[in-house]
């Protein structure tokens, strides 16, 4: 299809075949295409829309869920506050795709992990979007941080993760002659890949189905029923009125915000609530010490200050765990030290100002500082009593690995 954009958005040139009904939203810049087989319609803007769907948040698990939809043969739209497609979680993160070796059967993260790992990496094959199987150290310093791997290669067996190898000392010094280590568990199917790139082939493939995606539309009220289509209010420079039968809160860092809004008290469960865990992330100049990606054994809050591989062969270390009241994106680099002590724990010629800033990302808790870690939460009419509604809460580390498989449940739940 063709858009016209000459107006900002507010008129939408579209081919008669597979035309969607919504328009006077800000369209994405993403997936033009020109089909001269087709007469072009241009429609002006008025409010109070019917769609089959509506996903809020387009970050790689909103893209992801939309895209279900829209191939589902649902007419659906995708909503995102922000003027682009993934600014937040989403393109702020490791960039890693996730084994699943941490989780804890049973759990929602393990579970989507290991099956979105299997789902992903066929995707980025058959879409050409640029990724590798670089693989994965995790290494421990000492007898007891042993015992430690060893559970967790135990754990990740139970999750259906049966390909980790515990190799020795001289075994790790073999695969990456800069790592310091007693021992470590090898993942050999951990990978990495181009998050943007990933993003973009998502939005292609929903496009491609129907779908549309409207960037700068805040949602900025609903009211939901029991017995007719929901209604939204969609913000920014041209506002409307959107009603569905199918909801999908998909905001991430804004999850538990846009739940109180919508549904304002009526809900039969309550959302969990929400915290902050801000990373920071530090580049390493000059040539790579590292084939692989080198990992310590995990902490609260997070996997450890640990060293990923972009796809251009640059090093980065990161995240910390750095527990905050809201979302902001600013580096404070007071805790340099405490980042050279530890990478040092694993990489001891780490050389300290090489070192750059790098950027930040903030992860969505449902859990406060010191307790457990969390799990996926997906609230569902079985849950909240409210039908066609679907809320994600705590998607965080490995949303971006499980992204398909948390678009396969959604699916499900939907379905009731």
Same mark, same amino acid.
């Given at each position: 299809?063709?858009?016209?954009?000459?107006?900002?958005?507010?008129?939408?040139?579209?081919? #008669?075949?597979?035309?969607?009904?919504?328009?006077?939203? %800000?369209?994405?810049?993403?997936?033009? /295409?020109?089909?001269?087989?087709?007469?072009?319609?241009?429609?002006?803007?008025?409010?109070?829309?019917?769609?089959?769907?509506?996903?809020?948040?387009?970050?790689?698990?909103?893209? *992801?869920?939309?895209?279900?939809?829209? %191939?589902?043969?649902?007419?659906?739209?995708?909503?995102?506050?922000?003027?682009?497609?993934?600014?937040?979680?989403?393109?702020?993160?490791?960039?890693?795709?996730?084994?699943?070796?941490?989780?804890?059967?049973?759990?929602?993260?393990?579970?989507?992990?290991?099956?979105?790992? #299997?789902?992903?990496?066929?995707?980025?094959?058959?879409?050409?979007?640029?990724?590798?199987?670089?693989? /994965?150290?995790?290494?421990?310093?000492?007898?007891?941080?042993?015992?430690?791997? #060893?559970?967790?290669?135990?754990?990740?067996?139970?999750?259906?993760?049966? +390909?980790?190898?515990?190799?020795?000392? @001289?075994?790790?010094?073999?695969?990456?002659?800069?790592?310091?280590?007693?021992?470590?568990?090898?993942?050999?199917?951990?990978?990495?890949? +181009?998050?943007?790139? !990933?993003?973009?082939?998502? #939005?292609? +493939?929903?496009?491609?189905?129907?779908?549309?995606?409207?960037?700068?539309?805040?949602?900025?009220?609903?009211?939901?029923?029991?017995?007719?289509?929901?209604?939204?209010?969609?913000?920014?420079?041209?506002?409307?009125?959107?009603?569905?039968?199918?909801?999908?809160?998909?905001?991430?860092?804004?999850?538990?915000?846009?739940?109180?809004?919508?549904?304002?008290? +009526?809900?039969? %469960?309550?959302?969990?609530?929400?915290?902050?865990? /801000?990373?920071?992330?530090?580049?390493?100049?000059?040539?790579?010490?590292?084939?692989?990606?080198?990992?310590?054994?995990?902490? $609260?809050?997070?996997?450890?200050?640990?060293?990923? !591989?972009?796809?251009?062969? %640059? &090093?980065?270390?990161?995240?910390?765990?750095?527990? &905050?009241?809201?979302?902001?994106?600013?580096?404070?680099?007071?805790?340099?030290?405490?980042?050279?002590?530890?990478?040092?724990?694993?990489?001891?010629?780490?050389?300290?100002?090489?070192?750059?800033?790098?950027?930040?990302?903030?992860?969505?808790?449902?859990?406060?500082?010191?307790?457990? @870690?969390?799990?996926?939460?997906?609230?569902?009419?079985?849950?909240?009593?409210?039908?066609? !509604?679907?809320?994600?809460?705590?998607?965080?580390?490995?949303?971006?690995?499980?992204?398909? *498989?948390?678009?396969?449940? $959604?699916?499900?739940?939907? @379905?009731?």
């Amino acid at each position: 299809f063709r858009r016209d954009r000459s107006a900002n958005g507010v008129l939408e040139t579209l081919p #008669q075949r597979g035309r969607s009904r919504l328009s006077g939203l %800000q369209l994405s810049p993403a997936g033009q /295409k020109d089909d001269k087989d087709n007469a072009i319609e241009v429609i002006p803007v008025v409010s109070g829309h019917s769609t089959d769907a509506v996903v809020i948040g387009a970050g790689v698990v909103g893209l *992801a869920i939309a895209r279900a939809l829209a %191939q589902a043969g649902r007419e659906t739209v995708l909503l995102e506050r922000r003027s682009h497609i993934g600014e937040e979680t989403s393109s702020r993160n490791s960039g890693v795709v996730h084994a699943g070796i941490y989780y804890p059967p049973g759990s929602v993260k393990a579970a989507t992990c290991v099956r979105g790992r #299997q789902l992903l990496y066929e995707f980025l094959a058959s879409h050409q979007v640029p990724h590798r199987r670089c693989g /994965k150290l995790v290494v421990a310093r000492s007898a007891g941080e042993r015992r430690a791997l #060893q559970s967790i290669r135990d754990r990740a067996a139970r999750c259906g993760v049966d +390909d980790l190898d515990l190799i020795d000392g @001289a075994g790790v010094r073999a695969l990456e002659p800069e790592v310091e280590g007693e021992c470590a568990l090898l993942s050999p199917s951990t990978g990495i890949v +181009d998050p943007h790139q !990933l993003m973009l082939a998502l #939005q292609g +493939d929903f496009e491609a189905a129907g779908g549309m995606v409207a960037v700068a539309s805040p949602v900025e009220a609903g009211e939901l029923f029991l017995d007719r289509p929901h209604r939204i209010r969609v913000g920014g420079e041209f506002p409307t009125e959107l009603r569905c039968r199918v909801l999908v809160n998909a905001t991430g860092l804004h999850a538990r915000r846009t739940w109180d809004f919508l549904v304002n008290g +009526d809900a039969r %469960q309550a959302a969990p609530d929400q915290f902050y865990a /801000k990373g920071h992330y530090y580049s390493y100049a000059g040539a790579a010490p590292f084939s692989r990606l080198v990992y310590p054994l995990p902490e $609260a809050g997070g996997l450890g200050v640990h060293a990923t !591989l972009d796809l251009g062969g %640059q &090093v980065r270390f990161g995240p910390d765990v750095r527990w &905050v009241e809201g979302v902001d994106y600013g580096f404070d680099d007071s805790g340099r030290e405490d980042f050279v002590n530890a990478i040092r724990r694993y990489f001891p010629g780490l050389e300290p100002a090489r070192l750059q800033p790098g950027y930040t990302g903030i992860r969505p808790k449902v859990v406060r500082p010191g307790d457990a @870690a969390g799990d996926f939460i997906l609230l569902s009419e079985r849950q909240h009593g409210i039908p066609g !509604l679907l809320s994600l809460h705590g998607i965080e580390s490995p949303g971006l690995t499980a992204c398909l *498989a948390l678009a396969e449940s $959604a699916l499900g739940l939907l @379905a009731g």
